[in-house]
């Protein structure tokens, strides 16, 4: 059974940084796409970034420039570098693996909240 356990999330000021980290365990095809998502309170879960397992990465529009999102394939780990942190990145990031044929896999979750 796979399995996703995320860390890093916490309390920052606005202009700071963090560091989140997500390591899935398990069975996991070589072909896949792990990402970032968001969700804020009354918010629906938005894409924060997402990185297949080539490389190829995609962001949000909001984090473009801020985030960067990279993933150590040896470890089945990806890591999303957040700089520059505004209150609106306030939310809980959640962690996801997508595989073809099966269905997308979801962390628990971590919270990160910015603020003064």
């Known amino acids: 059974q796979v399995q996703l356990v995320e860390s890093g999330g916490g309390l920052v000021h606005p202009g700071g940084s963090l560091r989140l980290a997500c390591a899935a365990s398990g069975s996991i095809f070589s072909n896949n796409v792990m990402g970032w998502y968001r969700q804020a309170p009354g918010k629906l879960r938005e894409l924060v970034a997402g990185i297949a397992s080539g490389g190829i990465t995609n962001y949000g529009d909001s984090v473009k420039g801020r985030f960067t999102i990279s993933r150590d394939n040896a470890k089945n780990t990806v890591y999303l570098q957040m700089n520059n942190l505004r209150p609106e990145d306030t939310a809980v990031y959640y962690c996801?693996?997508?595989?073809?044929?099966?269905?997308?896999?979801w962390g628990q979750g971590t919270r990160v909240t910015v603020s003064s």
């Open positions: 996801s693996l997508e595989q073809p044929g099966r269905d997308d896999l």
